[in-house]
């Protein structure tokens, strides 16, 4: 079973940045989808982030379009979330997670059979 270890997290103020990272304890395969979910207090868990290494496909949520990306280093087996203009809204728990099935890949949280114990993302005003 892949371990997985997300760190990064910080407490930031509106308008910052942050860059997330995800070392995995053994390769996984470009046929796996890798993402970056979150969790709130009170909320919903979302998918915020996911790419298909296969072909390079990115998804993102509407919620974070446009200022997150995703991204990886496969020589260190690394996964990244870099995220930008930060809003008190995304403050949350993140978790990096790898897909359970090759092929595939989205932002469904039924994706994912495999993640870390999270990194805290603080957001104030």
């Known amino acids: 079973q892949v371990q997985l270890a997300e760190s990064g997290g910080g407490s930031v103020q509106a308008g910052g940045s942050l860059r997330l990272s995800c070392v995995a304890s053994?390769?996984?395969?470009?046929?796996?989808?890798m993402g970056w979910f979150r969790q709130g207090d009170g909320k919903e868990r979302e998918v915020v982030a996911s790419?298909?290494?296969?072909?390079?496909?990115?998804y993102y949520a509407d919620s974070v379009e446009g200022r997150f990306t995703i991204s990886r280093d496969k020589a260190e087996n690394t996964l990244y979330l870099q995220m930008n203009d930060l809003k008190p809204e995304d403050t949350a728990m993140y978790y990096c997670a790898r897909g359970g099935k090759p092929g595939h890949c989205g932002l469904q949280f039924r994706i994912f059979a495999s993640w870390g114990q999270g990194t805290q993302v603080t957001v104030s005003s």
């Open positions: 053994e390769y996984i395969a470009d046929t796996y989808c």
């Open positions: 790419f298909y290494p296969y072909n390079g496909d990115t």
